[in-house]
């Protein structure tokens, strides 16, 4: 029982390995809404200017990469990024 479990445990974990794109598992910039067809931001060069904030996946704010309100499930987004979806700056941070 414990080997069938062992057996099944590591099937899914190689399945949903292999769903991750491969920028995020680059450690790469994933921009929210972004379509699949379009180059991954890895392959994008950005502006030395651009601002990377970040934001929570149900967020109504963003923030700076040291900012108490963050955690583990924390996107990066680019200012304008986060601009265009309606997001405010977060007060404890900005």
Not at 13 to 33: I, P
């Amino acid at each position: 029982m414990k080997k069938t479990a062992v057996v099944l445990m590591t099937a899914l974990v190689l399945l949903l390995c292999g769903c991750v794109s491969e920028t995020a598992a680059q450690g790469g910039v994933v921009v929210r809404g972004a379509s699949p067809t379009e180059p991954p931001l890895s392959a994008i060069r950005l502006p030395d200017n651009e601002t990377i904030v970040y934001v929570m996946p149900s967020g109504k704010k963003y923030h700076t990469a040291g900012c108490s309100v963050l955690n583990d499930s924390a996107i990066p987004v680019t200012l304008e990024q986060a601009k265009l979806e309606g997001l405010e700056p977060c007060k404890r941070c900005h």
